[in-house]
Every structure is written in structure tokens, then in C-alpha cells.
């Protein structure tokens, strides 16, 4: 790096603006592990996400 011009170029850019949020319905939590579903927050009742709304089908499926 040559300092004898007296150039200063950053090494890094600057920071990429934050990401807005996307148009749309908002997607609810899962009741269990918090992580967002495939449901809107507006759907009534406990919501779940794929992977808990799966082992709660397995779970209740060898219960009887």
C-alpha cells in the first residue's frame, strides 16, 4: 500500500442499509420454540411450526 500520495481509500465499504420489513401479513410464533410459522398473527388459537406441529402429530398419534 502506497501512503506517499496521500490517498486514504477505506478497506470496507460502508454498511448496507438495514432490511425493511417485507409487505404483508406478519407470521405468528410458535407456542413451543418461538421460531415463526407458516401462519399469519391474525389466525386464532395456538399456532405451531412445522417441525413442533410434526412431533405433536407423532406424539399424539402413539399415545392411543
Do not use: I
Not at 500500500?1 to 460502508?14: A, L, R
Not at 417485507?22 to 410459522?37: E, M
Not at 395456538?46 to 407423532?58: D, K, M, R, S
Amino acid at each position: 500500500m502506497d501512503e506517499s500520495n496521500g490517498s486514504h481509500e477505506p478497506y470496507c465499504g460502508p454498511p448496507a442499509p438495514a432490511p425493511r420489513e417485507a409487505d404483508g401479513p406478519r407470521f405468528a410464533n410458535c407456542v413451543l420454540c418461538r421460531k415463526p410459522t407458516e401462519y399469519p398473527e391474525s389466525v386464532k388459537g395456538p399456532t405451531l411450526c412445522p417441525v413442533c406441529e410434526w412431533q405433536e402429530a407423532q406424539r399424539t398419534a402413539c399415545s392411543g
